[in-house]
């Protein structure tokens, strides 16, 4: 606890280190002429989350996990329960919130507005697991928030359950290809890379699937979980399809793109990539 920040910063780097050597290794699909621009892009927002983010909330996470254990705040904090059934309900908990969020930023129009910065991106490798918005954080600590404070969530076990949600953010969204038995194997309890690919498909049904976060049963216990991709893993295109051009791509296009205005209506509702654009050098994808 008394190190939880240089904790935090060890496992962040280390996981990009090693997710970035496996996509280099071992990519599911070879990565597009933009990689420079993406990676600018997506990591500045995640730094610009984090300014907006210690902006709105004086305390957030652990901070604010203790905040509410000194003042008794929470189920967990009135009850003497052991250490690891506070880690269990901890990590369940907090995982079913990000699932719970993450249908709300699919079906609630103003929230979509704000979660298309995530699927805009047009390509599909660990460096989306840092695109978002910068308000979609705000939106995002606020329910995590939530939680702790209702159900006392102990410091401790919000440190593992934070750790977690970075390895799984880079894991999930690693342009990795791994082996298809392995796959179904690990999908059974966790969100793999082709579990997650889905969810960023331009097709309207397989990108209102798969929310889960980092346990795979959410999607089949609610009924969201879509197996496997219409197109082949090597043939989904990703993206909005109406925020597709290179001004939408900048930094200053994610940001706006919130406030852009879209031909459709509604929430996650977007149109698929037209066909002849679907064909076009820059959804085409090498196998």
Not at 65 to 78: M, P
Not at 115 to 123: F, K, M, P, V, Y
């Amino acid at each position: 606890m008394t190190r939880g920040s240089e904790l935090y910063a060890t496992v962040y780097f280390g996981a990009i280190v090693v997710v970035a050597l496996l996509e280099y290794v071992q990519p599911r699909r070879e990565p597009g002429a933009t990689l420079r621009q993406r990676w600018f892009g997506n990591f500045s927002l995640t730094i610009l989350c984090a300014v907006l983010v210690r902006t709105v909330f004086p305390v957030v996470g652990v901070g604010w996990a203790i905040f509410c254990e000194q003042r008794g705040l929470g189920l967990l904090n009135q009850v003497d329960w052991p250490w690891w059934a506070e880690l269990a309900v901890t990590i369940v908990a907090i995982d079913l919130t990000y699932y719970a969020q993450h249908v709300a930023l699919h079906r609630v129009p103003l929230l979509w507005r704000l979660h298309r910065t995530h699927h805009s991106d047009l390509e599909y490798d660990f460096t989306t697991g840092v695109r978002f918005h910068p308000f979609e954080a705000v939106y995002t600590n606020a329910a995590v928030m939530a939680v702790t404070a209702a159900l006392g969530l102990p410091p401790f076990a919000i440190v593992v359950s934070q750790l977690m949600s970075v390895c799984v953010a880079f894991a999930e969204h690693a342009n990795v290809r791994i082996p298809r038995g392995l796959d179904r194997l690990l999908r059974l309890v966790v969100v793999t890379p082709d579990m997650h690919r889905i969810h960023h498909s331009v097709d309207a049904r397989e990108g209102d699937s798969n929310f889960a976060n980092t346990f795979s049963f959410w999607d089949r216990l609610f009924g969201t979980y879509v197996d496997q991709p219409s197109a082949g893993h090597d043939g989904i295109a990703f993206g909005v399809a109406e925020f597709a051009e290179g001004r939408h791509q900048t930094l200053p296009g994610l940001l706006a793109l919130p406030f852009r205005s879209s031909a459709a209506t509604g929430a996650r509702t977007e149109s698929p990539v037209p066909t002849d654009r679907a064909a076009s050098p820059q959804y085409r994808r090498q196998e």
